[in-house]
């Protein structure tokens, strides 16, 4: 779980560590919708090339990053399986009751493996390059034209930010945990499912109450700094656009254009 990146930042000195967050954020919701425009083996491998590329400007290590995938691997892997055998068409090697094996499924289920994996490698590469208060400052931004229909977008990006800042310190916490009760006897890697489970149970009760007290010293917190939520607050963080984000956008757009190019019909 230490290894899990949501929410956590690696400092770092590259091209995208310079860039706007918010630059950042909707380069990322682009490129998720972009890749469900890849239909074929060639789009696949263009989406492939795009997220490497990506993965490298970081300058990072990969070992990183696969150490980020690596948590969800199963998730991506148990996905492509359904797909795999309860997907029918094209040529049938094999079938038995409602399982299938054909042409289709195949390529069905490699293709929703690579969707899946290139949308969590740049939402890694954003999270691990942005700091999370940035990623708050860039979620607000985005949400601003809601203000006109009065939705309270300075408290949902506060919420966002508080939830993106303590994902790891949570995952730290379970970590902490689980040590302490392992000293203790307790085995969460042998038995099957159910067994595990039962395990795992006895986290939940000290997790949630640490969760509490860390929400209450916190809420505590901000009343005696006389936080108000948006009456009179400024930015100590002034967001300001630059050529390194032009050529973000671009970059991607030259995605979306090569997607619609080689998409087939």
Request: proline content about 4%.
């Amino acid at each position: 779980m230490s290894k899990i990146l949501i929410g956590r930042y690696v400092a770092g000195d590259s091209i995208i560590y310079r860039m706007d967050p918010r630059g950042k954020l909707l380069a990322t919701i682009l490129f998720i919708l972009f890749v469900f425009l890849a239909n074929n083996p060639v789009s696949y491998v263009i989406v492939t090339i795009f997220s490497f590329v990506a993965v490298a400007a970081t300058k990072l290590k990969p070992k990183i990053f696969w150490d980020g995938v690596k948590p969800l691997i199963w998730l991506i892997l148990f996905t492509s399986f359904l797909q795999l055998f309860f997907t029918v068409g094209g040529t049938v090697y094999w079938q038995w009751t409602i399982f299938a094996l054909s042409s289709y499924g195949i390529t069905n289920a490699v293709f929703i493996f690579i969707r899946f994996t290139v949308i969590i490698l740049i939402s890694t590469v954003m999270t691990v390059t942005t700091k999370p208060l940035e990623i708050a400052d860039a979620i607000e931004w985005l949400l601003k034209p809601l203000k006109i229909v009065r939705v309270p977008v300075d408290k949902i990006a506060l919420v966002m930010s508080i939830a993106l800042r303590f994902v790891p310190t949570l995952f730290d916490e379970t970590l902490k945990i689980m040590n302490a009760q392992r000293s203790r006897g307790a085995d969460f890697n042998n038995g099957g499912l159910i067994t595990r489970a039962k395990a795992i149970t006895p986290l939940l009760v000290p997790l949630f109450i640490n969760s509490l007290e860390t929400a209450i010293d916190l809420s505590t917190a901000m009343e005696s700094r006389g936080y108000r939520g948006d009456q009179g607050r400024t930015k100590f963080r002034v967001l300001r656009w630059s050529y390194l984000d032009l050529i973000n956008l671009a970059y991607f757009i030259l995605l979306l254009i090569l997607l619609l190019v080689f998409r087939t019909h």
